[in-house]
């Protein structure tokens, strides 16, 4: 466990690592315990023919038993009693099917550490107060989604003087509610403090084009910032140029695009991976990215797209050690003109279900069960 905390507790998230193993051994060792510990993913790892001394190099990284995110919407694994877990979380979407992923004590302390020292690195850390405008759910009893609790969480960064929420809760679902997103928004404006967006980038649209709309053009806190994750999703319709998008943001709300965050993240990968100036995700210290041929889900040369996939060690309740997501991608290796000297992968969709599917039944097959 000290290994895990040296790699994750790192000031700069981006610097190699002065032991170039630590990673390695790190999940070398988890990997131990997830097969010890969880009878289900033991099964997977036999029938895949897996054991941890068959990571000899990072190279080796791709033969971890690799669960589709989908596989987490029909199956529960846990490596620790379940009466262990201090914060459970389900991945977005108020219909059908969720994952559910849960967070023993270790696991979450370790999480919140390395995201404090993440958040530092880009500036979102600040003892300043500020209003918020959450592009997204408010917090409520009747959910658990890990988006809620990611944008409630964010909040925390910045002391929150009052948060004003995009969809708001009804006790049984959810309403829009981007007329009283404006009005708090003009309340803000007029106040010495700045103003954060958090949440979902189509509400952030929305609300910059009502502002457009109807001639409203404010100059916030030159301390305002916007960080933004989860895509476009159900309103892929609607997604518009990232530059366009950006210019329509400074000129509704004055604040520039350098003070606006893109995140990519995942309930079942919970790992932030922020966007650069010039449009690539740089993945940190902590964790891997491997670009994954659909049909064989072995790894393609860099450059090549291909399913999306991660692996870290920073889960111990649950085998989240190596995910397989739907979203299409092309890793490549730095440097980047942003500066950074990070990998990266650039998004380029989301993958048809069929694939996935296929691959989750597998994995079911794997435990004896129907998929």
Same mark, same amino acid.
């Given at each position: 466990?000290?290994?895990?905390?040296?790699?994750?507790?790192?000031?700069?998230?981006?610097?190699?690592?002065?032991?170039?193993?630590?990673?390695?051994?790190?999940?070398?060792?988890?990997?131990?315990?997830?097969?010890?510990?969880?009878?289900?993913?033991?099964?997977?790892?036999?029938?895949?023919?897996?054991?941890?001394?068959?990571?000899?190099?990072?190279?080796?990284?791709?033969?971890?038993?690799?669960?589709?995110?989908?596989?987490?919407?029909?199956?529960?694994?846990?490596?620790?009693?379940?009466?262990?877990?201090?914060?459970?979380?389900?991945?977005?979407?108020?219909?059908?099917?969720?994952? $559910?992923?849960?967070?023993?004590? @270790?696991?979450? !302390? *370790?999480?919140?550490?390395?995201?404090?020292?993440?958040? &530092?690195?880009? /500036?979102?850390?600040?003892?300043?107060?500020?209003?918020?405008?959450?592009?997204?759910?408010?917090?409520?009893?009747?959910?658990?989604?890990?988006?809620?609790?990611?944008?409630?969480?964010?909040?925390?960064?910045?002391?929150?003087?009052?948060?004003?929420?995009?969809?708001?809760?009804?006790?049984?679902?959810?309403? $829009?509610?981007?007329?009283?997103? @404006?009005?708090? !928004? *003009?309340?803000?404006?007029?106040?010495?403090?700045?103003? &954060?967006?958090? /949440?979902?980038?189509?509400?952030?649209?929305?609300?910059?084009?009502?502002?457009?709309?109807?001639?409203?053009?404010?100059?916030?806190?030159?301390?305002?910032?916007?960080?933004?994750?989860?895509?476009?999703?159900?309103?892929?319709?609607?997604?518009?140029?990232?530059?366009?998008?950006?210019?329509?943001?400074?000129?509704?709300?004055?604040?520039?695009?350098?003070?606006? !965050?893109?995140?990519?993240?995942?309930?079942?990968?919970?790992?932030?991976?922020?966007?650069?100036?010039?449009?690539?995700?740089?993945?940190?210290?902590?964790?891997?990215?491997?670009?994954?041929?659909?049909?064989?889900?072995?790894?393609?040369?860099?450059?090549?797209?291909?399913?999306?996939?991660?692996?870290?060690?920073?889960?111990?309740?649950?085998?989240?050690?190596?995910?397989?997501?739907?979203?299409?991608?092309?890793?490549?290796?730095?440097?980047?003109?942003?500066?950074?000297?990070?990998?990266?992968?650039?998004?380029?969709?989301?993958?048809?279900?069929?694939?996935?599917?296929?691959?989750?039944?597998?994995?079911?097959?794997?435990?004896?069960?129907?998929?």
């Amino acid at each position: 466990m000290d290994e895990r905390k040296r790699l994750f507790l790192k000031r700069d998230p981006y610097s190699p690592p002065k032991d170039e193993t630590l990673f390695l051994r790190s999940v070398k060792a988890l990997a131990a315990h997830h097969i010890a510990s969880c009878p289900d993913y033991a099964r997977i790892a036999e029938a895949a023919g897996f054991t941890p001394d068959a990571l000899r190099s990072e190279a080796d990284l791709f033969r971890i038993p690799v669960l589709p995110t989908l596989y987490f919407k029909r199956n529960r694994l846990f490596s620790v009693p379940e009466r262990k877990l201090c914060v459970t979380a389900t991945s977005s979407g108020t219909k059908g099917a969720q994952s $559910l992923v849960g967070f023993d004590r @270790k696991s979450l !302390l *370790l999480g919140i550490g390395m995201m404090f020292r993440f958040f &530092r690195y880009y /500036g979102v850390l600040s003892p300043v107060p500020v209003n918020y405008i959450v592009l997204g759910y408010e917090p409520s009893r009747h959910t658990q989604m890990g988006a809620i609790k990611t944008a409630y969480g964010t909040t925390k960064f910045a002391p929150a003087l009052h948060r004003e929420y995009a969809l708001k809760d009804t006790g049984t679902d959810y309403a $829009l509610n981007l007329d009283g997103v @404006k009005r708090a !928004l *003009l309340r803000y404006a007029k106040s010495p403090f700045p103003v &954060r967006f958090v /949440g979902f980038p189509p509400y952030m649209f929305f609300l910059a084009k009502l502002l457009q709309n109807e001639g409203i053009r404010l100059k916030l806190n030159r301390r305002s910032m916007i960080l933004l994750g989860g895509g476009w999703k159900q309103f892929s319709g609607e997604e518009i140029d990232r530059n366009a998008f950006f210019r329509l943001i400074e000129d509704t709300l004055g604040i520039p695009r350098e003070r606006c !965050l893109e995140f990519y993240s995942a309930v079942e990968h919970p790992m932030a991976y922020v966007r650069c100036r010039e449009g690539h995700f740089h993945i940190p210290s902590y964790s891997r990215v491997i670009v994954r041929d659909p049909a064989t889900l072995l790894p393609v040369p860099d450059g090549t797209e291909g399913l999306l996939s991660f692996v870290t060690p920073l889960v111990t309740s649950m085998p989240l050690l190596s995910v397989v997501t739907d979203d299409i991608a092309v890793r490549r290796e730095g440097p980047c003109p942003c500066g950074c000297g990070a990998p990266y992968f650039d998004l380029i969709g989301r993958a048809g279900v069929s694939g996935i599917k296929t691959c989750a039944a597998g994995a079911n097959e794997l435990l004896g069960r129907q998929p």
